[in-house]
C-alpha cells in the first residue's frame, strides 16, 4: 500500500493555546487515519512553512488547510505551493454542517437559550469569496438554531463586530447577545470578540478540550476529495499494486 502526505495547514500562531489546539487536530487525524503520511504546516508565524515541507515529503501529497474559509493565504501560499505535479490542494473547511454541530454544542456549553440573539463572529477577511463562506456558514446556523444569526467581524472588512453587538442590543432590548466563536482556536481574534461587549462569547471550534469528530471527519473528507485529482504519473511513487486507501468518513 501506497501511503499519501497529508500535509495540514494551518495560519500559524504564538499563542501557546491555539499552538496545542491545532496540533492536538493534527494529532486527532492521524490517529483516525494511520494510513496516511499526516503532517503539520503553516503560512505564517510558524515552522514548517507549506512548500518546506512539500519539499520534504517522498511521493504525493494533498494540503489540506485548517481554514475555516478562502482568502489570501489558501490563494497564494497554499496554492502557490501546491504548484508541484505531485501534489494537490484540498478545499477550505467552511461552510460545512459539521461545523454547525460544533458551533451548537458550544452554545449549549454557554447556556444559551432560544431566548438569546445569536451572532456568528468571525476573525474577518478582504476577500469576497472569504465573506461569503462565512455568510453561508451562518445561514447555517440559523437553519439549524431556528431564528436569524447576524454576522459580526473583528478583522477584514466585514461588519465590525461591535456595531452588530450594538444593533442586537439595541434591536432587541432585554435579551442577552450570545457571539458563537466561528474561529478554530483560541488567541488574538477570539480575545478581540471577548471585548466586543456580547453578554456571552463561546470557545472556538478547537476550545482546548477533546478534538470534536466532525472536525477530525471534515479534514479526512476534504482530503479524500482532493486526493481523486492526483497523477500518479507525475513524479509521484511507482503506482503500488492496489491504489492507496483513500475513504471519506462521511458527510
Given at each position: 500500500?501506497?501511503?499519501?502526505?497529508?500535509?495540514?495547514?494551518?495560519?500559524?500562531?504564538?499563542?501557546?493555546?491555539?499552538?496545542?489546539?491545532?496540533?492536538?487536530?493534527?494529532?486527532?487525524?492521524?490517529?483516525?487515519?494511520?494510513?496516511?503520511?499526516?503532517?503539520?504546516?503553516?503560512?505564517?508565524?510558524?515552522?514548517?512553512?507549506?512548500?518546506?515541507?512539500?519539499?520534504?515529503?517522498?511521493?504525493?501529497?494533498?494540503?489540506?488547510?485548517?481554514?475555516?474559509?478562502?482568502?489570501?493565504?489558501?490563494?497564494?501560499?497554499?496554492?502557490?505551493?501546491?504548484?508541484?505535479?505531485?501534489?494537490?490542494?484540498?478545499?477550505?473547511?467552511?461552510?460545512?454542517?459539521?461545523?454547525t454541530d460544533v458551533m451548537l454544542r458550544r452554545l449549549a456549553q454557554v447556556g444559551a437559550t432560544r431566548d438569546d440573539v445569536v451572532l456568528l463572529g468571525s476573525a474577518g477577511s478582504t476577500d469576497a469569496d472569504a465573506l461569503g463562506s462565512i455568510d453561508e456558514a451562518a445561514e447555517r446556523l440559523a437553519a439549524a438554531w431556528g431564528a436569524p444569526v447576524a454576522v459580526g467581524h473583528v478583522g477584514g472588512s466585514g461588519t465590525p463586530m461591535a456595531d452588530v453587538v450594538r444593533a442586537a442590543t439595541r434591536e432587541r432590548p432585554g435579551r442577552r447577545v450570545v457571539i458563537v466563536s466561528y474561529l478554530m482556536a483560541p488567541g488574538f481574534f477570539q480575545g478581540r470578540m471577548q471585548r466586543c461587549g456580547a453578554d456571552l462569547v463561546t470557545g472556538p471550534l478547537l476550545d482546548g478540550g477533546p478534538v470534536a469528530d466532525e472536525l477530525v471527519s471534515l479534514v479526512l473528507d476534504r482530503f479524500a476529495e482532493a486526493a481523486e485529482g492526483l497523477d500518479w504519473s507525475a513524479g509521484g511513487p511507482p503506482r503500488a499494486s492496489a491504489d492507496p486507501v483513500v475513504t471519506k468518513s462521511g458527510t
Open positions: 500500500m501506497t501511503t499519501i502526505a497529508l500535509v495540514a495547514t494551518s495560519h500559524g500562531t504564538d499563542v501557546a493555546a491555539a499552538q496545542s489546539a491545532i496540533t492536538a487536530l493534527v494529532d486527532a487525524v492521524g490517529e483516525a487515519a494511520p494510513h496516511l503520511d499526516v503532517r503539520e504546516a503553516f503560512v505564517d508565524v510558524q515552522l514548517p512553512r507549506v512548500d518546506t515541507a512539500l519539499d520534504l515529503v517522498d511521493g504525493l501529497a494533498v494540503v489540506v488547510p485548517l481554514l475555516l474559509a478562502p482568502g489570501f493565504h489558501v490563494r497564494v501560499d497554499i496554492n502557490g505551493a501546491a504548484r508541484r505535479e505531485w501534489v494537490v490542494a484540498a478545499g477550505t473547511l467552511g461552510a460545512d454542517d459539521r461545523l
